[in-house]
């Protein structure tokens, strides 16, 4: 028997729709029955591809006693934090406040009344084990403080709203110019040595660090810091490590230690977005390292492989864990994508077996479990024999080879991966909902890879994502966030607006003869502008003003996770748009932005990477006026904060025109000329 979950067009929120719990889905409805049976409300936040949420989901959420208790006493609701990324800020944010710690599932109590939070954990098993509690006794215990500690409920709720109201109301801050360049030096250095290889923990792509860091390698700030090996060695641990999948193509979400060796093995649409544009932006810098290439071009293979519906948008996610056999009761954790020596010696020549154990980290003992997660020995090319072993290793895991397949359907939930016939392995599950903001990352990604490698595929399969969103996702006259086989939902937020502005310009930045996408970006921004900017405040608000009436605050975010924060993003956006169509409003707008957050930027620098890009775009904003066949030889260049104008109005002997922010230089009379002047300006501040 199914729960209301059944209908969800979630995949996260279906995989507990056979739990004996009495799930609700985050509405009104659901509030209101709260509300009006004095229940307090158990919200429980993940996403499809979580291991620990999938195995709460096998554990606390399917045993009977618990769902009894939990049925009884509490509202249970599901959110997926990938349709409602603004609940799970709030929510993560009193998480921390309350442990210290956050991280999914995140798993929340609520006063019914006014949603207000009062106890928070994250994964908690049916029996007390790993330092926790079991679910059962944590439930218990909650709803007799709910019972009969009121005074001491209430003083707890208050001080937890006190501290989320003023985080959301940041204090405000003036600097003067030469403040600015020392803040922006700052925010450099200590998100250089953020990224810099350390000997413990689990190793991120922090791309939005390591793209700081490399912008700011220009400026050759004085710092203990080399940032250009740095950045570059980032590149490296990517491009080698194992959280790349060197036999079919694609991130994998981290590595579960500091040598970038065994990867959690889900694939994140959000992240080889940003992996693909930051080598692409490495390449332009001049780290010309052929595994870069080789991994951006296998990338763009299995995206339209594996993670393009055929109406041209891309999917969210493939989850790390996949079935070995149809009979197997549960998926286990990069079944997928690891290989047994005894596999590899049956698979392999004895010349490819040697050369594959020189390059990789193979051996007979394995490095996850027993078996092999290949992790690259070295740079440079690899040689045909090799490519012919990893050919070898992609037809044994899909059943043909790389070159037959075109497209490789998605295994869409647990039932279809047992039950499909399926040449190769059994694959991993694929959420395939479609996230504007997700979407926005892989778009400006292949834009950059397009423009620094001169690849029309890549171009094409940007384009054709960019206008199913333009098409698709406008629902009287609002731009909405999600999609679900063809149908529009959620109204769009902060960074779904601001990531999708950003690929419209970078489309447009690959090819600015295709002038449609910067009025794209213009009417999009409009309509930003109107619901999400904040006029006290400054700076954007993650919801709009018109769908945010069960927000218990409004928070405007400005913190860079695995994602880029939406108003450094955006920022950066006004900036480039004011350069683009002379509108001056558009600077005034990121100057109060900035304003917003200087306060943040100082306190805070390791918090917010992408403020410190907005604010080098702010400060050496740069535009080039010049021919087509000019402009087109500047695109692949390392130009961080300049745009580009195609003209044919040119002074008489010139080959194009800089302009500083609001002001322009002599017309450059040749290209060494103009190169010079460009790159002067690209560090005038």
């Known amino acids: 028997m199914t729960n209301r979950l059944a209908e969800a067009k979630s995949l996260y929120l279906r995989k507990h729709a056979e ?10 409805e659901a509030l209101a029955t709260a509300r009006a049976q004095n229940k307090p409300i158990f919200l429980s936040i993940g996403y499809s ?14 045993d009977l006693a618990i769902a009894d208790y939990m049925n009884a006493n509490f509202l249970p609701i599901k959110v997926d934090r990938e349709e409602r990324p603004d609940l799970d800020s709030i929510y993560m944010q009193a998480l921390q406040m309350m442990s210290g710690q956050g991280g999914w599932p995140l798993n929340i109590f609520l006063s019914p009344e006014d949603l207000v939070p009062f106890y928070a954990g994250t994964y908690f098993p049916v029996d007390p084990r790993y330092g926790r509690p079991g679910f059962l006794q944590v439930l218990q215990a909650l709803r007799r403080y709910y019972d009969t500690e009121k005074e001491d409920l209430q003083k707890r709720k208050a001080l937890i709203i006190e501290s989320l109201l003023t985080s959301a109301v940041l204090q405000d801050a003036t600097t003067n110019e030469v403040e600015d360049q020392e803040l922006l030096r700052q925010g450099w250095e200590t998100t250089t040595g953020i990224i810099t290889p350390n000997q413990s923990g689990n190793s991120f792509p922090m791309i939005p660090y390591a793209e700081l860091a490399l912008r700011g390698t220009r400026f050759n700030f004085e710092s203990r810091y080399d940032g250009k090996q740095i950045s570059t060695q980032r590149g490296l641990d990517l ?23 065994v990867p959690h093995f889900e694939k994140m649409l959000y992240d080889n977005g940003q992996i693909v544009e930051y080598l692409a932006t ?30 041209g948008y891309f999917y969210a996610a493939q989850d790390a864990d996949s079935f070995t ?3 197997a009761v549960e998926p286990e954790e990069g079944a997928f994508y690891v290989w047994s020596y005894s596999e590899l010696q049956e698979l392999l020549t004895p010349e490819e077996l040697t050369q594959l154990q020189q390059q990789f980290t193979v051996t007979s003992n394995g490095n996850f479990e027993g078996r092999n997660v290949l992790q690259r020995r070295h740079v440079g090319q690899l040689s045909a024999t090799l490519e012919t072993a990893l050919s070898k290793l992609f037809t044994v895991r899909y059943g043909v080879t790389s070159e037959s397949l075109e497209t490789f359907p998605p295994a869409c939930n647990n039932e279809e991966a047992k039950t499909s016939n399926w040449p190769g392995r059994i694959p991993s599950v694929t959420d395939t909902k479609m996230i504007v903001a997700w979407n926005s990352l892989m778009i400006s990604g292949l834009a950059r890879a397009a423009g620094v490698f001169q690849q029309p595929l890549y171009l094409q399969l940007a384009a054709r994502a960019a206008n199913f969103i333009l098409d698709n996702q406008f629902v009287d006259g609002r731009f ?10 959620v109204l769009a937020q902060s960074e779904d607006y601001a990531l999708f502005i950003k690929a419209l310009l970078d489309l447009h930045a690959s090819n600015p003869e295709q002038k449609q996408w910067l009025e794209k970006a213009i009417a999009i921004q409009d309509e930003f502008n109107e619901f999400l900017w904040s006029v006290e405040l400054g700076g954007f608000y993650n919801a ?5 009436q069960d927000l218990i605050v409004r928070e405007r975010s400005y913190a860079d996770n695995a994602t880029p924060s939406a108003n450094g993003v955006a920022i950066a956006n006004l900036v480039r748009l004011a350069l683009l169509t002379d509108n001056l409003d558009y600077l005034d707008l990121a100057e109060l932005g900035l304003k917003a957050f200087k306060s943040v930027m100082h306190r805070a620098p390791q918090a917010c990477p992408s403020l410190f890009t907005a604010l080098d775009w702010y400060r050496n904003s740069t535009l080039i006026r010049s021919t087509t066949e000019q402009i087109n030889s500047l695109i692949p260049k390392f130009l961080p904060t300049a745009v580009f104008a195609i003209t044919s109005d040119l002074p008489e002997g010139s080959v194009g025109l800089v302009c500083q922010g609001l002001k322009c230089l002599a017309p450059a009379e040749n290209v060494e000329h103009l190169l010079q002047q460009v790159e002067k300006s690209q560090v005038r501040a």
């Open 239 to 261: 491009a080698l490590g194992g959280i790349y999948d060197h036999v079919a193509g694609g991130f994998h979400r981290y590595t579960v230690d500091p040598t970038w060796t």
């Open 480 to 489: 909405h966030r999600l999609n679900y086989v063809g149908q529009p939902s």
């Open 49 to 62: 591809s979580c291991h620990w949420c999938t195995v709460m989901e096998g554990e606390a959420f399917s």
């Open 325 to 327: 056999e149809t009979t």
């Open 282 to 311: 490495l390449w332009s810098a001049g780290v010309e390292e052929p595994a870069f290439e080789r991994a951006i071009a296998n990338t763009v293979l299995w995206l339209k492989r594996e993670m393009t519906a055929p109406e």
């Open 544 to 548: 709009s003003n018109d769908s945010s």
């Open 19 to 28: 739990n004996p719990i009495d799930w609700w889905s985050w509405c009104d």
